[in-house]
């Protein structure tokens, strides 16, 4: 069998291409978190008691800001490491459902409710009649991972699945997965902060809920930003992906998790590549509809993807079933359907509109992948569900592979 592309393909240029999927803001906070901790590595800067989450000194001083420097800052380079390869294939499948500007909200969101829940559990713990308990108020915690536990949760409940694996040692039920990995980690690691990593969990929760529904700005408040002309430069940036519809730049196709139970493993770096490459492309919206749950308002609209969102549902349904299945599945001529160049000529097929001329393209993209050594009909499905793209593609083939 003929080398695949990928395989032969170097480390720098694996990285590059993992980094270009990573959407706009997941890598904006992958930057800071890295640059903050490179810029303290330099300066020798280790004062975190200055900016750590202390609720003793939340409660005599009124130090707010440590709400939100607790959640930038890490102690070591496998911290912050550590934290940034678990919160990517998060942060990026849920910033290409719920769109850029929204997923930075929820991040703030859950920074800041995270840190009420830690900082009232650690007083109830403190004044309980039974027993005083001060080891929760003078804990110090600093770290991304209270926000993580906290989109393990949200991207849990929206993914549907029953079963969820730990470390791919065992399944447990996807209710008690975020329990499970909080006395884990507990278990396998120094220094965690049980307490931030606890609220996280309940923060998600919470939101899963619908207990912070009245915290959630109207679509309105959204459109607002992104129509704005100060951030004007960051819409247009590759990886944007619009929460209201608009103006479109950049080339990054959107994503999302199966319905299926195959169980993310989010928290492991060696599966990173896996879990990015398993997410089908998902045709967006750019339009909230009426009566939409705003905790999960579908499906963000990816800069440069203007799509035709007409009798979308049930195909791109269909195709993510059978991309996750093994069995061998039919081609027919809906999971085909592209119309991202509404200017070439078009046939009518089943109620779906199929291009000639994506149409040659497609089946000169379909040789290449079967000359590579991969089976056509497999070929055939993720080439569809990739759009057309053969990098994708050959992604999500190696992905069936592993």
Not at 245 to 250: P, S
Not at 266 to 277: A, E, H, I, T
Request: hydrophobic share 40%.
């Amino acid at each position: 069998m003929r080398s695949n592309i990928v395989t032969e393909a170097g480390l720098p240029t694996r990285i590059n291409q993992w980094w270009g999927s990573i959407p706009f803001i997941t890598s904006g906070v992958v930057i800071v978190c890295s640059v903050i901790y490179l810029i303290c590595l330099l300066f020798g800067y280790d004062s975190f008691y200055e900016i750590c989450f202390l609720p003793s000194q939340v409660v005599s001083h009124f130090q707010v800001y440590r709400f939100y420097t607790s959640v930038l800052f890490h102690g070591s380079v496998l911290h912050v490491v550590f934290n940034m390869l678990a919160f990517v294939p998060l942060g990026s499948e849920l910033e290409r459902i719920m769109g850029s500007v929204r997923l930075l909200y929820l991040i703030i969101l859950l920074s800041t409710t995270n840190a009420i829940a830690h900082l009232i559990v650690a007083l109830l713990v403190d004044h309980n009649p039974i027993h005083s308990y001060a080891y929760f108020m003078n804990e110090c915690s600093i770290g991304f991972s209270g926000v993580i536990f906290s989109l393990i949760v949200i991207e849990t409940s929206l993914s549907g699945a029953q079963s969820r694996s730990v470390f791919g040692l065992f399944n447990v039920p996807s209710k008690l997965y975020p329990w499970i990995l909080l006395v884990l980690f507990q278990l396998l690691a120094s220094n965690v902060s049980f307490l931030g990593h606890m609220c996280g969990i309940l923060s998600g929760f919470a939101y899963t809920f619908g207990l912070f529904n009245y915290l959630l700005p109207p679509p309105s408040f959204y459109a607002s930003i992104e129509s704005s002309s100060a951030l004007s430069f960051c819409i247009r940036r590759p990886g944007f992906i619009l929460c209201t519809g608009g103006t479109t730049y950049g080339q990054l196709p959107t994503y999302s998790s199966g319905t299926g139970t195959t169980p993310p493993r989010s928290l492991l770096p060696d599966n990173l590549w896996r879990n990015m490459s398993s997410w089908i492309p998902q045709r967006g919206t750019s339009v909230i509809q009426e009566g939409q749950d705003p905790r999960f308002p579908g499906r963000g609209r990816t800069l440069g993807s203007a799509r035709n969102q007409s009798n979308t549902t049930d195909s791109d349904s269909n195709l993510q079933e059978r991309l996750l299945d093994d069995t061998t599945p039919t081609r027919t001529p809906t999971d085909l359907r592209d119309v991202r160049n509404p200017t070439v000529n078009t046939v009518e097929v089943d109620g779906s509109v199929l291009t000639n001329q994506d149409s040659d393209s497609f089946e000169e993209e379909l040789k290449k992948l079967v000359a590579m050594g991969f089976e056509k009909t497999q070929a055939e499905v993720a080439l569809a569900a990739a759009d057309g793209e053969p990098s994708v593609a050959i992604e999500i083939l190696m992905s069936q592979q592993g």
